[in-house]
């Protein structure tokens, strides 16, 4: 099964590689070991890996789009303040993706991650998982719940802190459409420190990066809402976090 009839008719544009993230970037201390030696090498791509995979609703939970129960007890939910995040997934020419894949992951409210590396001292919440994952519709929208994660110290130098963020990997109508990216909050002051956000160059990339509150989304009592739309490829690219992935 392929994903033909979403393929553009004139194939997928070449990625503005200048556009992402410098691979090398001192600031951002990994960088320096993590970046290739050598430039990329191109291939010719296949059917498959400009239509497929193929995902459908059907492979989502009824909670895996709920990050403030899919890993509570009977009756329990994620501390700290919810939110909602919501967008939709276009194409090069601004088209929505349906039966995108987005798996997303976070730190909790109090800036920790769920992982046996983990070293901040932050408290570990049992009724959040931190991470969660939701399928387009058929206009490409996309919508989950969560809570506001926190920001958290970092080994990149003294004092050194990310900002508050959630990462999202995206498996649009083939793999010419993946995509690693992180968005941040509007308002943040700690975006402006942030060395992995300064590696890349163009403001306006990182501008596309940062969900603005949309107080019209919100749930009264209940969650403020976040609006953050994602292209994937073409002169509006969503920017990758660090590290380019698919063709």
Known sequence: MTNTNKTPPDGYL??????HP????PAYKTSITR???????SFPSGLSEETGPVFSPQIIGPLD???????????????????????????????????AL?????????????????????????????????????????????????????????????????????FGAGFAQR????????????????PIVASLSNPEAVRMLIAPLDMDRSIPMDARAYRFDITLRGRDQTPFANRAEGM
Not at 22 to 25: F, G, I, L, N, S
Not at 68 to 94: C, K, M
Not at 118 to 145: M, S, W
């Open 35 to 41: 970046s290739p030696r050598a430039a990329p090498l």
């Open 65 to 99: 789009q709920d990050l403030t129960r899919n890993f509570a007890a009977p009756g329990e939910t994620a501390i700290g303040p919810r939110i909602i995040v919501y967008g939709q997934v276009r194409d090069q020419t601004g088209r929505g993706i349906p039966d």
């Open 14 to 19: 070449p990625r503005d590689r200048g556009w």
């Open 22 to 25: 410098a691979p090398h970037y």
């Open 179 to 194: 995509l690693i990216t992180q968005m941040y909050f509007e308002g943040d002051p700690l975006i402006a420190r942030c």
């Open 102 to 170: 987005l798996e997303v992951w976070q730190a909790n409210a109090g800036g920790r991650y769920r992982h046996k590396n983990e070293g901040y001292q932050a408290a570990l919440d049992p009724n959040f998982g931190g991470c969660g994952r939701v399928i387009t519709d058929a206009d490409g929208h996309y919508k989950f719940r969560t809570i506001m994660p926190a920001p958290y110290p970092w080994p990149n130098g003294p004092n050194a802190w990310r900002p508050a963020h959630i990462h999202f990997s995206l």
